[in-house]
C-alpha cells in the first residue's frame, strides 16, 4: 500500500505537533502525521500534578538510558522521551521557559543565520496566549496556554524572599523582557489540564481533512531516489507500508530518534554506517554527534512546618485532589508544583544567566520518591551550558534496536566548578532569613559535605539528567562540516528533506526545552511553506548593566 501527501511528519511530538498545524492551515496541503506512540487520553497525561507517573511508564515512554557515563561513576543515566501523541510535552514537567535572548543570538554567531532572538522572538509571540505575562512581549493569541500557579504555599514566596535577601533581582516575567533574577514559574497548563503540543495543536489540526494521523507507525527509514527524499517506509501492526510525499518529508522525531532515523535512511557518518550495513544516501559527520542536556542536583531540606506536599503523600489525599481534579479542573491537581524559581549568573564576567532554579515545596525525586525524612523542599539547581558534548549512534540496522546515547556528562573541568558553585549559592539562599521559619537540617548533600572533594563525590552520585537533551542535528552554514542542517532546516547533501526539533539547536538553550523545540516547529512551517519569516523585532531585552564586574 501506498498513499500520497504533500507533507510527511515524522513524529507527533513539540515540534511536529505545531508544524501539523501550520502546515495544514492552507486547505491544499495534504498532511500526514507518524507517531510511533498512542493516545494521551487518560488522567496520568491530562492531570498535572501526575507528572511523575507517565514519565517513568513504558506505555508513554520510549525507555532510552544512556551508556556508563565514565564521569558519574559509570551510572547509567534515565534518558525519556515522549512516545504518545505530544511527545515529551505529553510527559514532561511543563515548565515553559522560552530561553534567554542570548542564546538565540548565540545559535546565529553558530552559523544559525535568522534565529537570533530578534528573529524567534515573533515566533514565541505567535504561538503562546501567556496569562499574566509581560505586556508586549508576550503572545496573546496563540495555541499554546502559558499560566502561572496561585502560590497556594508559603514556601514558593519564601524563596523569592530569600533570593531577594541575598541580593537577587526579582523580574516578573523571565520569558519577557528580562530573564535574570528570581520569579514565578510558567508552566504550559490550561484550565488545569496539561497543555501539551497535542491538546494545542495536533488535535485542532486533525479537525481539518487535509490532515492524517497514524499512530502505532514504527518509521523504518526515509525513501529516497538519487538523493530526493520520496516518502518513508513504516511499520505499523507488523506490517511495512510505504507513504509517499511530493512536497518533503520533515523529521520531527526527538534529538535521540532524528539522528537514529537519519542514519537508518542512510544519512550520516559514512565509516559508521558501513560498519552497520547501512548504504550511504549522503556522508554527514554531525548526524548524532553534538548532544548535550542539562544536569540538575536536588538540594534538600527539612521543613520545620508541616505544609508540604508531603501530608497528601498517602493514597486517601491522592484520592481527593485526583476527584477535585476530576471534577472541577481545580486544585493541588491541577499544578505542576513549580510555582517558583530563579535564573542567576555564577560569578562575575558571565554575560547572562548560567544557573537555573525550580523550588518545589516537597523533598522527592522524579521517579516519585519521597525523602525519608518527611516534611522537606528542595531546590533543583544546575548550570546551564557545558561545554561536554557527547553523541547518539546505530547499535544496529535494525529500526527496532535502541540507539547508543552517550552524554559524556562531566567530561569537561569547568562542570565541576560551575556544579560546585551552584551548590554554595543555593545553601546561601536557603540560609536567608526568609527560611527561617521553615528551614531545618540539609537533607543533601548535608551539612557534613563542604569540601570541593566532598562536593564532587556527591555530584558523582547524585546528578540527574534534567531530561533535555538535544543538538544532535545541529544547524549551521552549509559549508560547515558538522553541520546537519542549514538555517532554514534542510538537510545539506540531499533535497526534500528537513528537521525541525530540538536536535537542530546549535547549543542549548537557558532552562527547559519545550518551549524552544515547539518554536522551532513553527518557525519551520513558515521556511517549508516558502514564506517570509515573521518580520524582526526591535525589542532590547534587559542584561545586567554591570555584568562584568557583579555576580548579582
Given at each position: 500500500?501506498?498513499?500520497?501527501?504533500?507533507?510527511?511528519?515524522?513524529?507527533?511530538?513539540?515540534?511536529?505537533?505545531?508544524?501539523?498545524?501550520?502546515?495544514?492551515?492552507?486547505?491544499?496541503?495534504?498532511?500526514?502525521?507518524?507517531?510511533?506512540?498512542?493516545?494521551?487520553?487518560?488522567?496520568?497525561?491530562?492531570?498535572?500534578?501526575?507528572?511523575?507517573?507517565?514519565?517513568?511508564?513504558?506505555?508513554?515512554?520510549?525507555?532510552?538510558?544512556?551508556?556508563?557515563?565514565?564521569?558519574?561513576?559509570?551510572?547509567?543515566?534515565?534518558?525519556?522521551?515522549?512516545?504518545?501523541i505530544?511527545?515529551?510535552?505529553?510527559?514532561?514537567?511543563?515548565?515553559?521557559?522560552?530561553?534567554?535572548?542570548?542564546?538565540?543570538?548565540?545559535?546565529?554567531?553558530?552559523?544559525?543565520?535568522?534565529?537570533?532572538?530578534?528573529?524567534?522572538?515573533?515566533?514565541?509571540?505567535?504561538?503562546?496566549?501567556?496569562?499574566?505575562?509581560?505586556?508586549?512581549?508576550?503572545g496573546?493569541?496563540?495555541?499554546?496556554?502559558?499560566?502561572?500557579?496561585?502560590?497556594?504555599?508559603?514556601?514558593?514566596?519564601?524563596?523569592?524572599?530569600?533570593?531577594?535577601?541575598?541580593?537577587?533581582?526579582?523580574?516578573?516575567?523571565?520569558?519577557?523582557?528580562?530573564?535574570?533574577?528570581?520569579?514565578d514559574?510558567?508552566?504550559?497548563?490550561?484550565?488545569?489540564?496539561?497543555?501539551?503540543?497535542?491538546?494545542?495543536?495536533?488535535?485542532?489540526?486533525?479537525?481539518?481533512?487535509?490532515?492524517?494521523?497514524?499512530?502505532?507507525?514504527?518509521?523504518?527509514?526515509?525513501?529516497?531516489?538519487?538523493?530526493?527524499?520520496?516518502?518513508?517506509?513504516?511499520?505499523?501492526?507488523?506490517?511495512?507500508?510505504?507513504?509517499?510525499?511530493?512536497?518533503?518529508?520533515?523529521?520531527?522525531?526527538?534529538?535521540?530518534n532524528?539522528?537514529k532515523i537519519?542514519?537508518?535512511?542512510?544519512i550520516?557518518?559514512?565509516?559508521?554506517?558501513?560498519?552497520?550495513?547501512?548504504?550511504?544516501?549522503?556522508?554527514?559527520?554531525?548526524?548524532?554527534?553534538?548532544?548535550?542536556?542539562?544536569?540538575?542536583?536536588?538540594?534538600?531540606?527539612?521543613?520545620?512546618?508541616?505544609?508540604?506536599?508531603?501530608?497528601?503523600?498517602?493514597?486517601f489525599?491522592?484520592?481527593?485532589?485526583?476527584?477535585?481534579?476530576?471534577?472541577?479542573?481545580?486544585?493541588?491537581?491541577?499544578?505542576?508544583?513549580?510555582?517558583?524559581?530563579?535564573f542567576?549568573?555564577?560569578?562575575?564576567?558571565?554575560?547572562?544567566?548560567?544557573?537555573?532554579?525550580?523550588?518545589?515545596?516537597?523533598?522527592?525525586?522524579y521517579d516519585?520518591?519521597?525523602?525519608a525524612?518527611?516534611?522537606?523542599?528542595?531546590?533543583?539547581?544546575?548550570?546551564?551550558?557545558?561545554?561536554?558534548?557527547?553523541?547518539?549512534?546505530?547499535?544496529?540496522?535494525?529500526?527496532h534496536?535502541?540507539?547508543?546515547i552517550?552524554?559524556?556528562?562531566?567530561?569537561?573541568?569547568?562542570?565541576?566548578?560551575e556544579?560546585?558553585?551552584?551548590?554554595?549559592?543555593t545553601?546561601?539562599?536557603?540560609g536567608?532569613?526568609?527560611f527561617?521559619?521553615?528551614?531545618?537540617?540539609?537533607?543533601?548533600?548535608?551539612?557534613?559535605?563542604?569540601?570541593?572533594?566532598?562536593?564532587?563525590?556527591?555530584i558523582?552520585d547524585?546528578?540527574?539528567?534534567?531530561?533535555?537533551?538535544?543538538?544532535?542535528?545541529?544547524?549551521?552554514?552549509?559549508?560547515?562540516?558538522?553541520?546537519?542542517v542549514?538555517?532554514?532546516?534542510?538537510?545539506?547533501?540531499?533535497?526534500?528533506?528537513?528537521?525541525?526539533?530540538?536536535?537542530?539547536?546549535?547549543?542549548?538553550?537557558n532552562?527547559?526545552?519545550?518551549?524552544?523545540s515547539?518554536?522551532?516547529?513553527?518557525?519551520?512551517?513558515?521556511?517549508i511553506?516558502?514564506?517570509?519569516?515573521?518580520?524582526?523585532?526591535?525589542?532590547?531585552?534587559?542584561?545586567h548593566?554591570?555584568?562584568?564586574?557583579?555576580?548579582?
Amino acid at each position: 500500500m501506498s498513499d500520497q501527501f504533500d507533507f510527511i511528519i515524522i513524529g507527533a511530538g513539540s515540534a511536529g505537533c505545531a508544524l501539523a498545524y501550520r502546515l495544514s492551515e492552507d486547505p491544499r496541503n495534504r498532511v500526514l502525521v507518524l507517531e510511533y506512540g498512542g493516545t494521551d487520553a487518560g488522567p496520568f497525561i491530562q492531570m498535572p500534578a501526575a507528572l511523575s507517573y507517565p514519565m517513568n511508564m513504558s506505555h508513554y515512554d520510549w525507555g532510552y538510558e544512556s551508556e556508563p557515563e565514565p564521569h558519574l561513576g559509570g551510572r547509567r543515566l534515565a534518558t525519556p522521551r515522549g512516545k504518545v501523541i505530544g511527545g515529551s510535552s505529553s510527559i514532561n514537567g511543563m515548565v515553559y521557559v522560552r530561553g534567554h535572548a542570548c542564546d538565540f543570538d548565540t545559535w546565529e554567531d553558530m552559523g544559525a543565520k535568522g534565529w537570533g532572538y530578534r528573529h524567534v522572538l515573533p515566533y514565541y509571540q505567535r504561538m503562546e496566549t501567556s496569562h499574566g505575562g509581560q505586556i508586549g512581549w508576550r503572545g496573546t493569541n496563540g495555541p499554546l496556554h502559558v499560566t502561572r500557579g496561585t502560590k497556594w504555599n508559603p514556601l514558593f514566596s519564601a524563596f523569592q524572599q530569600a533570593g531577594e535577601q541575598a541580593g537577587y533581582g526579582v523580574t516578573d516575567d523571565y520569558n519577557g523582557e528580562r530573564q535574570e533574577g528570581f520569579a514565578d514559574m510558567e508552566m504550559t497548563v490550561h484550565k488545569g489540564k496539561r497543555w501539551s503540543a497535542a491538546n494545542a495543536y495536533l488535535k485542532p489540526a486533525l479537525k481539518r481533512p487535509n490532515v492524517e494521523l497514524i499512530k502505532g507507525a514504527m518509521v523504518r527509514k526515509i525513501l529516497f531516489e538519487e538523493q530526493l527524499a520520496v516518502g518513508v517506509a513504516y511499520e505499523v501492526g507488523g506490517e511495512i507500508k510505504h507513504a509517499l510525499a511530493g512536497g518533503e518529508v520533515v523529521l520531527a522525531a526527538s534529538s535521540i530518534n532524528s539522528p537514529k532515523i537519519l542514519m537508518q535512511s542512510g544519512i550520516g557518518p559514512a565509516e559508521h554506517l558501513a560498519e552497520h550495513g547501512v548504504s550511504i544516501i549522503a556522508d554527514r559527520s554531525g548526524v548524532g554527534s553534538n548532544l548535550q542536556d542539562h544536569l540538575e542536583l536536588y538540594i534538600q531540606q527539612t521543613c520545620t512546618q508541616p505544609i508540604t506536599l508531603y501530608k497528601h503523600w498517602n493514597l486517601f489525599s491522592k484520592a481527593l485532589i485526583g476527584a477535585q481534579w476530576l471534577f472541577t479542573g481545580t486544585g493541588l491537581g491541577a499544578s505542576n508544583h513549580f510555582e517558583a524559581c530563579a535564573f542567576i549568573r555564577s560569578r562575575a564576567g558571565i554575560k547572562y544567566p548560567d544557573i537555573q532554579y525550580h523550588f518545589l515545596p516537597f523533598a522527592v525525586r522524579y521517579d516519585g520518591k519521597a525523602a525519608a525524612e518527611g516534611h522537606g523542599f528542595q531546590a533543583h539547581v544546575g548550570p546551564m551550558r557545558s561545554k561536554s558534548r557527547g553523541h547518539v549512534r546505530l547499535t544496529s540496522s535494525d529500526p527496532h534496536a535502541k540507539p547508543s546515547i552517550f552524554f559524556n556528562y562531566m567530561a569537561h573541568g569547568d562542570d565541576w566548578m560551575e556544579f560546585r558553585t551552584a551548590i554554595r549559592l543555593t545553601r546561601e539562599i536557603f540560609g536567608q532569613e526568609a527560611f527561617a521559619p521553615y528551614r531545618g537540617k540539609e537533607i543533601q548533600p548535608g551539612a557534613a559535605v563542604q569540601s570541593d572533594d566532598e562536593l564532587d563525590a556527591f555530584i558523582r552520585d547524585h546528578a540527574e539528567s534534567a531530561y533535555h537533551p538535544c543538538g544532535t542535528c545541529r544547524m549551521g552554514n552549509h559549508d560547515d562540516p558538522m553541520a546537519v542542517v542549514d538555517p532554514e532546516c534542510r538537510v545539506i547533501g540531499v533535497d526534500g528533506l528537513r528537521v525541525a526539533d530540538s536536535s537542530i539547536f546549535p547549543q542549548i538553550t537557558n532552562g527547559n526545552l519545550n518551549g524552544p523545540s515547539i518554536m522551532v516547529g513553527e518557525k519551520a512551517a513558515d521556511h517549508i511553506l516558502g514564506k517570509d519569516p515573521l518580520a524582526a523585532s526591535n525589542a532590547e531585552p534587559w542584561i545586567h548593566p554591570n555584568w562584568q564586574t557583579t555576580q548579582r
